[in-house]
């Protein structure tokens, strides 16, 4: 990580959420906050909501505003000295999209990710080999140039290192369909390598992986869903489509979601019965 305090998006997103906070405690609205300031009211929001970065003279201003002593001070302008830093991924935005940037930058501060995948091996679990090939699945929809291909799975190879082998690495629970196991991507040796390597990982001590086999009840109806813990920050789920994804932090919502996965892990094999299954479909594979 560029910077030792954690990922700048979080700080981003935790520095909007305090001015927020410091606003409502001076029994303040945006806009009369904005009015005092000589700012317009979409400025103050979109500060708050972490879509615009302040400058120091904004905080600056802010902090006379809501009367802040030095100590609080002090603590905004180290979020801010944070946020301003660059994260890995800011190295590929050419060739991903915004909102996934995004989760890049949540995801490293992650201190637990559950993942639900109906279609396919999860990202930070595949081989180099799968990743091309799933990435080369969507050319035909969604256009991408040889070099973006080669970006998107180089991004793919440095997110793993940088959140499954990291120092104290998030824990990761994976919930994965039967069918993900079976749908082919490139060549048979490509899948026969993505199953051994699935097999590998999870013996990782903070990756759990659970298969929900084809002849199990199906708990829940819903697309792939990755839903992100943070140790100083609220649950966020993310959920990517086709050619848009978006994030869900509703708190309600994101129980439900939490609820889903566990009905998921329940209907699911254990973490020793799915190394079996996965590597009889390894051998099916050869």
């Known amino acids: 990580m560029p910077s030792q305090q954690g990922s700048p998006t979080v700080r981003r997103l935790r520095l909007g959420q305090e001015l927020r906070l410091l606003r409502e405690r001076r029994k ?3 806009a009369r906050a904005a ?12 500060i708050e909501a ?24 002090d603590e905004l302008f180290g979020l801010l000295r944070d946020a301003e830093q660059r994260g890995w991924w800011e190295d590929y935005e050419d060739a991903l999209p915004e909102e996934y940037t995004r989760f890049l930058g949540l995801e490293a501060e992650a201190t ?42 180089e991004a793919r190879l440095d997110r793993q290192r940088r959140v499954l082998h990291r ?21 048979p040796s490509v899948m026969r390598g ?26 829940v109806n ?12 609220d649950d966020v789920v993310y959920l990517e489509q086709l050619y848009t994804a978006h994030f869900v932090d509703d708190l309600e919502r994101v129980a439900g979601y939490e609820t889903a996965f566990d009905h998921m892990v329940s209907q699911a094999l254990d973490e020793d019965d799915s190394r079996v299954l996965i590597q009889r479909k390894a051998m099916l594979w050869r």
């Open 28 to 30: 303040l609205t945006g």
């Open 112 to 153: 637990h990710q559950r993942n639900w995948e109906p279609q396919a091996v999860p990202g930070l679990l595949q081989t180099e080999d799968y990743a091309r090939e799933v990435v080369l699945a969507t050319r035909g929809i969604v256009r991408i140039t040889h070099s973006g291909v080669r970006s998107r799975v």
């Open 167 to 187: 120092p104290e690495a998030c824990r990761m629970s994976v919930v994965l369909d039967e069918a993900a196991l079976m749908r082919r991507f490139g060549e």
């Open 50 to 73: 972490a879509k615009t970065m302040p400058s120091s003279d904004d905080v600056k201003a802010l902090s006379e505003l809501y009367h802040l002593d030095g100590d609080k001070v």
């Open 35 to 46: 009015k005092e300031l000589g700012w317009s009211p979409s400025k103050v929001s979109r």
């Open 222 to 233: 819903t697309g792939a869903f990755i839903h992100l813990k943070f140790a100083a920050f």
């Open 194 to 219: 993505q199953m051994e390597h699935l097999l590998e990982i999870s013996l990782l001590p903070h990756v759990s992986v659970h298969v929900l086999t084809l002849d199990s009840l199906h708990p």
